[in-house]
């Protein structure tokens, strides 16, 4: 680091960033019946705005971190950061579902640009064994947009329409560049590998092609439909040829050679089937109360805000529970705690009582 800076300072800097990417996962849910009535559209194009955004989001972050090895994280992470804000605009702007789904892939695109450098932030503020208090109020910050999201996105919708779910992040953006501008460190950039361009191409196709064949399942109602199968099939056959390209080349893209490591595998596994569970939940959940139960936006806020509570208690303390009891035994507990949470979840059916149907998400 080219100067002293305080890291909590910093810290909450990034945080602020990493709050608006994750708000803006949970806030959109909520307004996916006023979006098919304002836009008039349908359900699965509406429903391309969330999968567009999670898509542009989670595959350029296999080179985004990358990124900042090159050009420092300070650099990249405020890049991201005025990508993301200036596609809040865009989105609050378009007039119709296609210009807000390209909208959303290039603010999941900043966010893709901003992450990697949080947590690469963290290694560069805080030594070893101060980590695990920086890790909770990472994961802290979390819990509060997934609780957050629902509240401030139904108050929004109902008072002054969907755009407003984007405009917000306007001033939130404009805080966060002026924060980080003051408080992140300049990391001298270090010698970054040369990209992995192959694995990089055949790895986005692939995952982009098998997104859009699990979408279309919605739109035809079958899964031998062609337009399900072509797409599933080509994707997961340029998923296998990254994977024996991986294996070949000494420094690919992602490297499938930590797989042999059983840690490792055990992680990644529960850490999908666990994220796939909350982020099921937050597109259905809103869903339900709204267009089963026929509730208010600002209700629906309001049922769907414990989902994180449990999230915001306990991850502030579970960095320091980690670095004291170890990362394995509470991994295990969180993933026992979180299936069991989910079972009963499928019970709920359209005439379950509201402290029921709530009750089973904030046990999570």
Request: glycine share 10%; with cysteine; charged share 10%.
């Amino acid at each position: 680091m080219t100067r002293q800076v305080n890291p909590w300072a910093a810290l909450s800097a990034l945080c602020v960033g990493f709050f608006m990417i994750l708000l803006d996962t949970t806030i959109v849910s909520i307004a996916i019946p006023s979006m098919v009535r304002g836009l008039h559209t349908d359900l699965n194009s509406v429903v391309w705005v969330l999968s567009v955004y999670l898509l542009t989001y989670a595959v350029p972050m296999l080179f985004t971190s990358r990124l900042g090895d090159r050009f420092g994280p300070k650099r990249v992470f405020l890049a991201g950061l005025i990508v993301f804000t200036g596609a809040s605009l865009w989105c609050g702007l378009s007039g119709n579902v296609e210009m807000l789904i390209a909208a959303r892939a290039v603010q999941g695109l900043g966010a893709a640009l901003m992450t990697p450098q949080t947590l690469a932030f963290i290694t560069h503020l805080f030594p070893p064994a101060k980590r695990g208090p920086a890790m909770g109020m990472w994961g802290g910050v979390a819990g509060l947009a997934t609780i957050a999201g629902p509240l401030l996105g139904g108050v929004l919708v109902d008072h002054f329409g969907w755009e407003w779910i984007f405009y917000v992040n306007v001033p939130i953006g404009v805080i966060a560049v002026i924060a980080a501008l003051r408080t992140l460190p300049s990391v001298k950039p270090s010698k970054a590998e040369a990209l992995d361009v192959r694995g990089l191409v055949l790895m986005s196709a692939g995952l982009a092609l098998i997104t859009y064949g699990l979408a279309e399942i919605g739109t035809t109602g079958s899964f031998t439909s062609v337009k399900v199968l072509v797409p599933l099939v080509v994707g997961l056959a340029l998923v296998a040829l990254f994977a024996v390209h991986a294996l070949r080349v000494p420094r690919p893209l992602l490297d499938l050679r930590l797989f042999r490591r059983p840690t490792f595998s055990a992680a990644s596994i529960a850490m999908f089937f666990l994220a796939a569970a909350l982020f099921g939940g937050m597109i259905l959940l809103p869903l339900y109360w709204q267009q089963i139960r026929f509730e208010s936006v600002v209700k629906t806020g309001l049922l769907t805000a414990p989902m994180g509570l449990g999230m915001a208690l306990v991850m502030p303390f579970a960095g320091r529970l980690a670095d004291r009891l170890g990362g394995g035994p509470l991994a295990l507990a969180g993933v026992i705690v979180t299936t069991l949470a989910t079972i009963p979840f499928g019970l709920i059916g359209a005439h379950t009582s509201i402290p029921a149907a709530r009750g089973v998400r904030a046990k999570r």
